[in-house]
Antibody, heavy 121, light 110 residues
Framework: EVHLVESGGGLTQPGGSLRLSCAAS????????MTWVRQAPGKGLEWVSL????????YYADPVKGRLTISRDNSKNTLYLQMNSLRAEDTAVYYC??????????????WGQGTLVTVSS | QSALTQPASVSGSPGQSITISCTGT?????????VSWYRQNPGKAPKLMIYDVRNRPSGISNRFSGSKSGNTASLTISGLQAEDEGDYYCSSYTSNTTYVFGLGTKVTVL
């Protein structure tokens, strides 16, 4: 059974940093692209970033480019999101999710429970 | 990348059919057959309901169907049931190798 478990969220001040992790199990991790999606309190879903199965290719939404970095360690079946220069508007629940197929464009079929990031002074 | 446009709310009685629209541009919905639909219940993670415009993941009822015409995708729920309530989000792959979500539609079963 596929499981995704996020961790690393918390409270930080504007300009601060956090590193989110997503531990994956139940599937061949390196075969699938992984993504981060966030949801601000009371708002809709916002795609943040995606990384290929090998980790060689990464993609970002414009609002986070240059501040957030996605990475993965396939030997540890773990996805990461390094978050720097955080802003109040980055406050959200961050979900990791697995691509449903081997090609870009497919939906995301398994999601973690989410981890809350709060940026406030 | 602007969010895809969805109606804020759609409602229907049990047994009825409802359709949720999702309008994008020629750079996202119109460019690829890579539209997905998710349902999210309060306090829960999203659940994939439809991928690649019209395909259902294993375990998703055939009461859910997807379609696309031009820059607009649609999700139809037939035989509406109380358990279908939730927030529904469309999503599309884009020509910038990114993804974009819709603003969400609250489905209420009357």
């Amino acid at each position: 059974e596929v499981h995704l478990v996020e961790s690393g969220g918390g409270l930080t001040q504007p300009g601060g940093s956090l590193r989110l992790s997503c531990a994956a199990s139940g599937f061949t991790f390196s075969n699938y692209a992984m993504t981060w999606v966030r949801q601000a309190p009371g708002k809709g879903l916002e795609w943040v970033s995606l990384i290929s199965g090998s980790g060689h290719s990464t993609y970002y939404a414009d609002p986070v480019k240059g501040r957030l970095t996605i990475s993965r360690d396939n030997s540890k079946n773990t996805l990461y999101l390094q978050m720097n220069s955080l802003r109040a508007e980055d406050t959200a629940v961050y979900y990791c999710a697995k691509a449903s197929a081997y090609y870009y464009g497919s939906g995301f079929d398994y999601w973690g429970q989410g981890t809350l990031v709060t940026v406030s002074s | 990348q602007s969010a895809l446009t969805q109606p804020a709310s759609v409602s229907g009685s049990p047994g009825q059919s409802i359709t949720i629209s999702c309008t994008g541009t020629s750079s996202d919905i119109g460019a690829f057959n890579y539209v997905s639909w998710y349902r999210q219940n309060p306090g829960k993670a999203p659940k994939l309901m439809i991928y690649d415009v019209r395909n259902r993941p294993s375990g998703i009822s055939n009461r859910f169907s997807g379609s696309k015409s031009g820059n607009t995708a649609s999700l139809t729920i037939s035989g509406l049931q109380a358990e279908d309530e939730g927030d529904y989000y469309c999503s599309s792959y884009t020509s910038n190798t990114t993804y974009v979500f819709g603003l969400g539609t609250k489905v209420t079963v009357l």
